[in-house]
């Protein structure tokens, strides 16, 4: 089994940073993926950003030039920088994390992120 355990998130204004965290244990054999998704209410969870272990990273169109996601391999942690953050980024964020291709998707417990004056 994988835990993966996220912090970091909180109520800030717009245009402010947050940095979020995600500690992953367990039986971490290998890891094919790892990334952020988050979801609103009333929406579906989406991708925000992924990393593989070579360092390859995807981002959503949204959030291109304002996050950035990386990874500390040794502690299997992973970050995401978010920076001039708006009100629509308002939501939940899950940490995720695949071994292999085949593997089931693991989550964390989420972190409310909340953008408003």
């Known amino acids: 089994q994988v835990q993966l355990v996220e912090s970091g998130g909180g109520l800030v204004q717009p245009g402010r940073s947050l940095r979020l965290s995600c500690a992953a244990s367990?039986?971490?054999?290998?890891?094919?993926?790892m990334g952020w998704y988050r979801q609103a209410p009333g929406k579906q969870r989406e991708l925000v950003a992924a990393i593989t272990p070579s360092g390859s990273t995807n981002y959503a169109d949204s959030v291109k030039g304002r996050f950035t996601i990386s990874r500390h391999n040794t502690k299997n942690t992973l970050y995401l920088q978010m920076n001039s953050l708006k009100p629509e980024d308002t939501a939940v964020y899950y940490c995720?994390?695949?071994?292999?291709?085949?593997?089931?998707?693991?989550w964390g417990q989420g972190t409310q992120v909340t953008v408003s004056s």
């Open positions: 367990g039986s971490i054999f290998s890891i094919y993926t």
């Open positions: 995720n994390l695949k071994r292999t291709m085949t593997d089931p998707n693991y």
